[in-house]
């Protein structure tokens, strides 16, 4: 059994990382910190974990605790992993963190756009970007992993086969994408109110979001230098779910592209190329940790169609097959649901 | 192994069924029928399903094959388990039946409310009404299980510690039940269009419903004799879930309710008595076979509200849970995981 | 023209105030305070302002300036009205209260649900309670208008005819009641946010609701002594809306309902009998000022449907209902326009 | 008083017709057709016209009758307007078409889109394509108007700008639509169920769609040749509204784009040019003919955010506004009320 701690348990991210975790055979949540419900019983909180962790109960954050654990969660707001994730690692707890203070490989780049000096920059070296479908031997071996945010997941999967073929122009990329609501995390802001963001859509961070310099270092890897991508996220009035339309311009003589993406991803558990001709529906991957993606073509310009949940494939299901492939376990250990659908 | 067949499957309750059973280690879906789909696979209809059940397909009703079936669900409009249930459990292949057509002990009654000759009364006197925490013995020996509709099961285990206490006038039972829309299942009806039915609320058949009969008769076993019942069901703005709004006039000096509710259902799996004073959401129910109860007090009335999601302890959850209980295998198997929430 | 001020505009009855009365041909706002958004211009707050009040902008709230006005709306909290009511009322201003302030008329009751002392009894003389189906003449003549709260405006609607004609008995009456969550205001609370309020159901203050006194009061007066009420609200996963289901057991012989009905509200612009059998919706009603009934009966059970927009003749366009019989114009001035549907 | 009649007024556009037309003080909607629906008074089968249109009835099309009006509205499917058109125009009737049916310019281009012989190739000389923002002196000469599609209405008033300007490759156009679903209108299909469709979010048509030849129609229009353009239209969970998400390369020095929109639109009533920075939200135009644009910029690319009311601005709203230049009138008549929000 492989002891794990969460660290910031009552944001969305936590819960569905308890959800998952309670059908895991071989994990066993010890511990969920929470310096503002400490004391709370986390099925007081979430009544769907009802019957599942009677007796768990938010701590405080609490560094022996958690470094006596196999592994531990980072399921927080950016700057808490910088500040507590080196201690971890030197009392030999894997550090699985789910925020963005990881996922930057420059210091620089990272404090511009946080608006904070790096916590932790001397831990980047060895930080290794949590997306199985790049980087699996180097999860394995991995002490720390910085779990992929949901759009550059759904981004980075689309475009994958395309620019490792060097089939699209890496300087016309577009993606526009869609998320639902629960992307805005669990904060009381008026814009997230049901009479608000519902019956509505819209655009944010039109001049440029955060998501946007994760997205570019992850592409940027795979073609192997850097690329140009603009990025518009859209507020989608649903509870779960993203939908990246990813657009391409064709540059080399186009072979068959189901084709292609069905090789890319043949071995792959998580990524399910739909038969030619298909529009997947964020539905489709509701709750599990599926990536859905569907390739068409108008005349010169590829679009390809990526749809996840955020809350699994996202956020805490690519974070529990990162600890399956840290662990050594079968990489789908514990994610072998089917969506919920209607 | 259990093998079953499941009649009528391209409806709400038969792919739930098939998510369900997909996590069940017992039990394998060796048929599923449907004469408007026959050669179709179930996972290009249903893409959830993709990867869970690639080899199976849509086929026409047979007889011959579902009578080799260990029990055959069948989740079909009313009239079809009348034609083919008796074949079937001549076979030896147990039925277990998620329509109407069995739940109403009186063939007459039946008669009138769905405007048809009952198709077979002869099998009314070994049909079990399959509501484990009513019949969980007998259904343990039956052949022929009618699963109870949606609206009864949340309305019965709300008014069932009340009625078997005696303490309240079975002459004043009034049950305010609001469904999510799959409650009115997958027929393309305009009524039931996002367009249509998003962003209102409305009540139906408010001056008798089908279910009515069914919930009379059901209360009047747990009351030992008829009882007045009035039932209004409300047409909700969400996908999955019921809310029961039940209200009785106390008749005897009230003992603590809370206790009485949690003694009643100490022992039931699928039965959460929510702490005092707590107002239990559907979608803590998303997806599973839990039924979550509360009770208050104005006056001299007294409030239960129950909630479960339609489609699993409503139907296809309660149906597995009776199939379990009629092989022999622990009540829960395969239905264990928590609700998706949010 | 009629100037007019808003105390207290930034929620969601303020602008949905502002949304009514620029549709209104003689009425002018020439002022809305906020203290929170003093400077800010309402349009741009509420994008769907932008054309119509340009020049309008958020100002702290002023004695004096308000004190010029022919008329005064508080779209406040509670208490706010209070403390500025008597002041305007001596400069001669009338006022319009859309809070709770003035609408018991039993300060104590007041403070015991409010939980703190009531700062203007001397004013509960004065005030009308704004429902002008019942009190349309002393409106006429009222300076102090309390405004009905929406639950209390839909149920009152629905049971006047038959407490009218005592046709029920008023120790038994039931109100079930589902509303849309913009009835919980405009805060920023977790609950309110679209990830946990849509998709899910649910009762609350099923133990007894600050609508409660309110609603008894003007069913009391009705009936002409004391009435019996439990009432239970439901948030329901929609924006606007309440669906009220009444219920009452008949006393008398019954006599044609669906007449009774029609003949009471024959001459009441804003109150729509359906026909007989029907089932209204809230979404006939969005954004207007009407509430549509329909009566159902279950044997000695009488059910009325009554829906209404909350915000309009459960807040806003009641108050300009009002306004328009204080000032002796057509009643119905600027809320001609039919509901948005679909 | 203007007396018009409506064909086809069963669906989302003709309900709406007659809700705006509703609120015009210069139109009488003297007739409405429906072969399925005749005899049925426009009020029993939509509630929220009751009060409004009392009289109105669904009548069989009779050309002598609607040959009568001053002008007919079509809101029908393709190919009915071709049939029709023509013998209205021989009595001296106007028609105002809201299908697809004189869309196009060339008719086989229309015939390979809808699969069946354009039925009016001789009135296509004639017909004017009705973007008043584009061609508002031929509107006012007319005889016969073909209103633009809602996706098309919100991509080209959002590209308008920059091709008039010359300001981007017109090769290298990419129009991300987003449509509630009243876009697929008020059949009943199987997809558009609330069960299926809420709660998700899905792209159709992304190998070519028929609203494209429409759109690059009027791009070329604009550019004065051909353009490229690529369109991917998705179904988002909501009731009403489009957001065009428009992707644009700069290929010129980059002049102020906020002042180059805002200038191009200044006397426009319909058009409304939110400030630098700002994300219209499709609720800010729901029930109103107002088209909210916003400008962005991520390095070389240009990204447009243009959010209609398809059935207002996108459909019937735009009908009307094509009917007031037609007659002369100013034209905001009837389209002066603010959007509903919340």
Redesign the interface.
């Given at each position: 059994m492989i002891n794990v701690g969460i660290v910031g348990g009552t944001g969305?991210t936590g819960?569905e990382l308890l959800?998952l975790l309670?059908?895991h055979p071989d994990v066993s949540v010890e511990a969920i910190t929470s310096r503002s419900e400490a004391g709370v019983k986390v099925a007081d909180m979430?009544?769907?974990?009802?019957?599942?962790y009677d007796r768990l109960t938010f701590s405080e954050p609490d560094a022996e605790q958690l470094g006596a654990m196999d592994a531990v969660f980072f399921a927080t707001p950016h700057g808490v992993a910088h500040a507590l994730a080196g201690e971890l690692l030197e009392k030999g707890t894997r550090v699985i963190d789910l925020s963005a203070d990881f996922r930057l490989r420059d210091a620089d780049e990272w404090s511009q756009w946080y608006g904070q000096p790096h916590g932790a920059p001397g831990l980047l070296g060895e930080a290794v970007y949590g997306l199985p479908e790049m980087h699996r031997d180097a999860i394995r071996q991995a002490r720390l992993i910085a779990v992929p945010g949901c759009y550059p997941t759904a981004v980075q999967l689309g475009y994958l086969p395309l620019l490792e073929a060097g089939l699209i122009n890496p300087e016309?990329l577009?993606a526009?994408c869609?998320s639902?609501?629960?992307g805005a995390g669990?904060g009381?802001?008026?814009p997230?109110?049901?009479?608000?963001?519902?019956?509505?859509?819209?655009?944010?961070g039109?001049?440029?979001h955060r998501h946007l310099p994760e997205i570019r270092q992850g592409l940027g890897d795979i073609h192997g230098q850097a690329v140009?991508l603009?990025?518009?996220p859209?507020l989608?009035?649903?509870?779960?779910?993203i939908?990246a339309?990813l657009?391409g311009?064709l540059n080399a003589d186009p072979q068959d592209l189901q084709v292609l993406f069905e090789q890319r991803y043949a071995n792959e558990p998580f990524v399910?190329v739909?038969p030619a001709?298909s529009?997947?529906?964020?539905?489709?991957?509701?709750?599990?940790n599926?990536c859905?993606l569907?390739v068409?073509?108008?005349?010169?310009?590829i679009?390809v169609?990526s749809?996840i949940d955020n809350l699994v494939k996202g956020a805490s299901g690519q974070a529990i097959q990162n600890l399956n492939l840290m662990f050594g376990l079968p990489e789908t250990r514990g994610l072998?649901?089917?969506?919920?659908?209607?």
């Open positions: 969305y819960v959800r309670s059908q979430y009544p769907n974990l009802r019957g599942h016309q577009i526009d869609k639902g609501v629960t669990r009381a802001k008026v997230s109110l049901l009479a608000e963001a519902s019956e509505s859509m819209k655009a944010y039109a001049g440029g140009k603009t990025f518009v859209h989608t009035p649903m509870i779960r779910g939908h339309t657009y311009q399910d739909m001709g529009h997947p529906e964020t539905r489709s991957v509701k709750g599990i599926t859905r569907a068409h073509r108008q005349g010169n310009t679009i169609l749809v072998e649901a089917p969506a919920l659908m209607p």
